[in-house]
């Protein structure tokens, strides 16, 4: 084996090392070229410079982060690698996607007898280098795996791989080497330890993550790290990997590229693994006891990662130390090391990754090496580590610790954490079993969404007065669980501080007395008020927790005090029994139940009455009450009342007080609780203020989302999807304004504005554009001219698709088929939208005459987990396709669905797994 590294000058050199070794005659020759200068065009020359002077060699390249020669660290250079083998033959490899498919197709064209390793170099930015890997793996489950994936100093730009002359932007190249008697010897070293909680990924797509802990990562990312990092994402991160385990084998993945909200990383996650930020341990690199080889080689490769340079620096070098030893060896700083671990074929980054071969039938013992002395820079960076992962240790003790604790109080309590607005930001699992909610309809809600209506407030403004001057508040509480249940807790809530003594968060503890208090309650309950013979207090709470939709109106006699002043205690209750004796003749049905409360107070109680309906009953009951003359024995005297009414079963009682208490004030007879009203009217008073600021402003603007050809994976066409853009910047979907527009007269102009920025958008695109359009459009006489007009002036109508919503009822069938068929003689083509919701109709598919039935996402989302899902969606497209339709699978969300729409035969899918709405500007030209 002749072996030969060197740092490019200029192409005479380069010739002069070609001939002064004789490679021209090798016939077993690996040329590889680490080319950090950074320029393409460079890159290209020096890829068809060595294939023409080498016309027989295998030659790799592949665009760096750094370079590495005879163990020292090197940048923007180019470094050039012969090996000359002479008992091995070089298979040299490729694929134009690095996916899985990619790596199985490779891992198939290899002979399986004496192939034992292989080098591959990926494209470092868009391609799946760790999916690539595992179709490898499937394949070839015994193949030694090195290399990495190229890069380009950090810019996250574009990087260049090569074979044989052969510039690529994507894919994989890389080299086999066949030979029964080839002695490898590889390794790997991760000197980064985890530092810091251990958090959740809570949202991420393959190997982009979203949300950790349930908060943005650039969140997550600016509390720790601060402003200044967030705003160089992802160059100023890569120091600090995550950290999740794998098999008992921590694995690193550092940042590749940002993206809206998210940051794209060098490998996959998956939601749940728990990662934690990461640090260098420079003793470790060292020192280096474990990265030794144990005999020598005769050539020997180094890929390691940009994101150890970025941090370690020239501390690095002592990784390498080993290269002394040998008369000379290579590599390069990559955005991810491929390798081979005792579990699976990984893509890892902050690692030293080495491969080493020999063709030799004996090799020699290395001896041991001695620790590089450092300059005094970088002893003190050594110095900072060696503080900082003392630190860590004393942090995992102390968390496992706290860890302990927590275990032992999660099992015998309920425990919740909130904020110090009230909001809940954790809940144990006997929270939610006791509770009834899930997890995620807890987290972010306050915790009266368990408050019981029984439960007074007063007792929370007093809680709430005493945790918030710092002090710990117990005492005992019933609350409600999701099916309407109560259950009562001995609560304790503990403020927790900062270092500046600020309250930063509150913790509850709590424990279930519910058994206890309901047996006292089975000897204490008396459902029957005594002196009126009514259902009581309690027997209102029991009927209105298994009811539906109550509706209640608190009954108050009006100077009930004066009676019992002036005529005694005695007439008092004599009038309290009158009034119970009359008032439920005057109720108009047995729906009506009537409730004797405390004091003077009663409660008219119905389960599903319209609200018009139960207060004008009330009304006529108050009139029939003030015509009653009550106390005949006393000559009769007139009762006046005031009626509190009461229609949201959440704290209903204590509502109806509240219109009691307002309909004294306003000096009416009775008042409706009308707060939900209020609080939407207000919502939907400003949003509409929001839809004509931005209509008068042009911040209507439509989002293109590609609809997917499912057999050829190519996008022909687009959905039009309405946003809204406030003054701040913030991009609103219909969901938030559509139907208040629908309710003002803004809704026409938002239609027409949709179809002409559309339109504008797309004529000077070659894809097909479809665009949503609703009943009360087509119902729109100035509408539907306009979009006659629209269509008339487009150059190719056959491109426009007309999706009509299938989810609204529709009245009128002729104005609808007339419309179809007018726009259909113009060119354009029409598609049911949201079909299998809703109004689902098969009837009148053959009446529109409809060129596309889109198939409702709420069937879509669930075809690969239900049955019944799935076979809907058949029965539609089979269908769909009887009479002649073509088909759109949406809300495509992941690989899974993708593949059964595929199995399926549905003709095109459209969803985030294929592509995210975006503005014309972000659409592929």
Request: with cysteine; net charge negative; hydrophobic share 40%.
């Amino acid at each position: 084996m002749k072996v030969l590294n060197f740092q490019f000058e200029n192409s005479l050199s380069l010739l002069k090392h070609i001939e002064n070794n004789a490679f021209q005659t090798e016939k077993n020759l690996l040329v590889q070229f680490f080319d950090g200068r950074n320029d393409e065009y460079l890159f290209g020359e020096m890829s068809r410079q060595l294939f023409s002077l080498l016309p027989n060699a295998t030659i790799l390249g592949v665009t760096t982060a750094g370079e590495i020669l005879d163990g020292k660290m090197l940048e923007n250079s180019v470094l050039i690698s012969f090996c000359a083998f002479s008992h091995t033959k070089l298979i040299p490899l490729s694929s134009p996607t690095c996916d899985f498919n990619g790596g199985k197709s490779i891992g198939k064209k290899l002979p399986k007898k004496h192939v034992k390793v292989a080098i591959f170099f990926s494209e470092g930015l868009k391609g799946k280098p760790e999916y690539f890997l595992h179709g490898v793996d499937s394949v070839c489950k015994d193949l030694i795996i090195a290399g990495g994936a190229a890069a380009d100093y950090e810019r996250f730009s574009k990087t260049l791989i090569s074979l044989n002359g052969e510039v690529f932007s994507n894919g994989v190249v890389g080299v086999a080497f066949d030979n029964a008697t080839l002695k490898i010897q590889n390794q790997w070293k991760l000197n980064w330890n985890p530092i810091g909680k251990p958090m959740v990924i809570t949202k991420v797509q393959d190997n982009t993550i979203f949300e950790l802990d349930s908060r943005p990562i650039c969140e997550v990312i600016r509390h720790y790290f601060g402003d200044d990092i967030v705003a160089n994402l992802p160059s100023s991160i890569v120091k600090f990997p995550l950290i999740k385990t794998e098999n008992g084998v921590n694995i690193a993945r550092a940042p590749i590229a940002i993206t809206e909200g998210a940051l794209v990383f060098g490998g996959n996650f998956a939601i749940g693994d728990k990662v934690r930020f990461g640090i260098a341990n420079i003793d470790a690199i060292i020192e280096n006891n474990d990265s030794i080889l144990l005999q020598k080689p005769e050539v020997f490769w180094i890929y390691s990662c940009m994101g150890c340079k970025a941090f370690a620096g020239k501390i690095l070098e002592n990784e390498f130390h080993i290269c002394n030893v040998l008369d000379t060896t290579s590599g390069f700083f990559s955005y991810g090391e491929f390798f081979k671990t005792p579990q699976s074929t990984q893509m890892l980054n902050l690692t030293t990754t080495i491969l080493a071969l020999s063709e030799q039938e004996h090799m020699e013992t290395l001896p041991a090496l001695k620790v590089i002395q450092l300059d005094e820079k970088h002893q003190n960076i050594a110095v900072m580590s060696r503080l900082t992962n003392a630190i860590v240790d004393e942090l995992e003790h102390t968390i496992k610790t706290l860890d302990a604790y927590k275990i032992a109080l999660d099992a015998n309590s309920i425990v919740s954490k909130t904020n110090t607005k009230g909001i809940i930001t954790y809940v144990n699992d006997l929270f939610v079993k006791i509770s009834g909610y899930t997890r995620e309809e807890l987290i972010g809600r306050s915790h009266r969404i368990i408050r019981h209506p029984d439960m007074h407030s007063s007792t929370f403004q007093d809680m709430w007065q005493t945790i918030t001057k710092g002090k710990i508040w117990q005492g005992m509480i019933t609350n409600r669980t999701k099916s309407g249940e109560a259950y009562h807790v001995d609560t304790t809530i503990v403020p927790l501080f900062d270092e500046n003594k600020n309250i930063i968060e509150f913790i509850s503890t709590r424990n279930d007395l519910t058994k206890i208090i309901t047996q006292q309650q089975q000897i204490q309950k008396q459902t029957t008020d005594a002196l009126t013979n009514l259902p009581n207090r309690i027997k209102l709470f029991d009927d209105l927790a298994s009811s539906s939709n109550p509706i209640i109106a608190l009954v108050n006699i009006d100077s009930f005090g004066e009676i019992n002043r002036f005529y005694g205690f005695e007439s008092g209750n004599t009038m309290l029994k009158e009034f119970a004796n009359t008032l439920p003749k005057m109720l108009p049905s047995s729906s009506y139940k009537l409730y004797k409360l405390d004091a003077d107070n009663f409660v008219i109680l119905n389960d599903g009455e319209k609200t018009e309906l139960f207060c004008k009953t009330i009304e006529h009951i108050i009139q029939q009450i003030h015509a009653h003359q009550f106390l005949s024995e006393l000559q009769g005297i007139s009762a006046r009342i005031s009626v509190g009414i009461a229609n949201k079963k959440a704290q209903i009682l204590s509502r109806a007080e509240e219109a009691l208490k307002q309909a004294r004030l306003k000096n009416c007879d009775w008042f409706l609780s009308s707060e939900k009203e209020e609080a939407i009217y207000l919502q939907n008073f400003h949003m509409l203020s929001t839809l004509k600021n931005a209509i008068e402003n042009d911040r209507i603007v439509p989002y293109y989302q590609a609809i997917v050809n499912v057999k050829t994976k190519c996008t022909t066409k687009y959905e039009s999807l309405i946003r809204l853009i406030d003054e701040n910047g913030k991009v609103y979907t219909p969901y938030f304004f559509l139907e208040v527009a629908k309710k003002s007269k803004y809704y026409p102009t938002l239609t027409r504005i949709m179809i002409e920025k559309t339109l504008y958008d797309f004529a000077s695109r070659e894809e097909d554009i479809a665009i949503n359009l609703s009943v009360e459009d087509i119902e729109d006489k100035e509408t539907v001219a306009f979009i006659k007009n629209a269509i008339i002036n487009f150059e190719e109508p056959s491109r426009i698709t007309f999706e009509l919503t299938e989810t609204e009822a529709i009245q009128d069938y002729l104005t609808i088929t007339t419309f179809i068929k007018t726009v259909k003689e113009l060119g354009v083509k029409i598609a049911i939208d949201d079909f299998g919701s809703g109004y689902s109709n098969f009837a009148y598919l053959a009446q529109f005459n409809a060129d596309v039935l889109k198939i409702d996402g709420t069937i879509i989302k669930e075809i690969a987990v239900d049955n019944n899902s799935y076979q809907i969606a058949a029965t539609i497209h089979d269908f769909a396709k009887r009479l002649g339709m073509q088909t759109v699978a949406e809300f495509v969300f992941n690989q899974a669905i993708d593949e059964i729409v595929k199995e399926l035969n549905i003709d095109f899918a459209q969803g985030y797994y294929h592509a995210e709405p975006v503005p014309v500007e972000k659409l592929p030209l």
